[in-house]
């Protein structure tokens, strides 16, 4: 299952609402979560299950979709939200794929 | 809190093997909960998996790089590895090791990363 995500990058300022697209090229039902990376650190878990918030996550993030189309929405970007978003697939496991990543910076 | 520690060389020669350990600290990798893996990450790319194994040693790999790796758990130390033979440039990247929930299927817990760069 291949996963693509759009825009690959944005500019954006704070306070903005941002919405990232993650499509898989097959259904894989709510089987969808995401992930925010920081330049030089680890991905962190955002919201898993398509639209679970993990805990601690502030709940400006949002996720929804089902099937082929998910998004991951930020109702108002922070300074510390600036980063890469990837969205990661699990109903193909026990294969494991993630998608091209969304750069998010500021405008 | 669970906390993931890699350790190994940075740099490793090309055609030989790359190996990498992973210590668990604040939690046990027996406790049956997680699935112990390897991530990748190229320099200025996107993530890709490698492998993972569960602590009674059963594992899965990526079929793109199954047939070079070989990830190996050791409970006693509470410590999971991995070893990627035959390395080339293209293997150059920073290798992550996280714990995957076993219910829900995603990493939760993350190392920090360690560069390893595979040149002569």
């Known amino acids: 299952i291949q996963l693509t995500q759009s825009p690959s990058s944005l500019s954006a300022s704070v306070g903005d609402r941002v919405t990232i697209t993650c499509r898989a090229s097959?259904?894989?039902?709510?089987?969808l979560a995401w992930y925010q990376q920081k330049p030089g650190k680890a991905p962190k878990l955002l919201i898993y299950?398509?639209?679970t918030l993990q805990s601690g996550v502030p709940s400006r993030f949002s996720g929804s979709g089902s099937g082929t189309d998910f998004t991951l929405t930020i109702s108002s970007l922070q300074p510390e939200d600036f980063a890469t978003y990837y969205c990661?697939?699990?109903?193909?496991?026990?294969?494991?794929?993630f998608g091209p990543g969304t750069k998010v910076d500021i405008k | 809190q669970v906390q993931l520690q890699e350790s190994g060389p940075g740099l490793v020669k090309p055609s030989q093997t790359l190996s990498l350990t992973c210590t668990v600290s604040?939690?046990?990798?027996?406790?049956?909960?997680?699935?112990w893996s390897w991530i990748r990450q190229h320099p200025g790319k996107g993530l890709e998996w490698i492998g993972y194994?569960?602590?009674?040693?059963?594992?899965y790999y990526n079929p793109s790089l199954k047939s070079r790796v070989t990830i190996s758990v050791d409970t006693s130390k509470n410590q999971f590895s991995l070893k990627l033979s035959s390395v080339t440039a293209a293997d150059t990247a920073v290798y992550y090791c996280?714990?995957?929930?076993?219910?829900?299927?995603?990493?939760?817990?993350w190392g920090q990363g360690t560069l390893v760069t595979v040149s002569s």
């Open positions: 097959q259904g894989i039902s709510s089987y």
């Open positions: 996280a714990g995957m929930v076993r219910g829900v299927k995603v990493f939760d817990y």
């Open positions: 604040g939690g046990s990798i027996s406790s049956g909960g997680y699935y």
């Open positions: 194994i569960y602590y009674s040693g059963s594992t």
């Open positions: 990661q697939q699990l109903n193909s496991y026990p294969r494991i794929t």
């Open positions: 299950a398509a639209s």
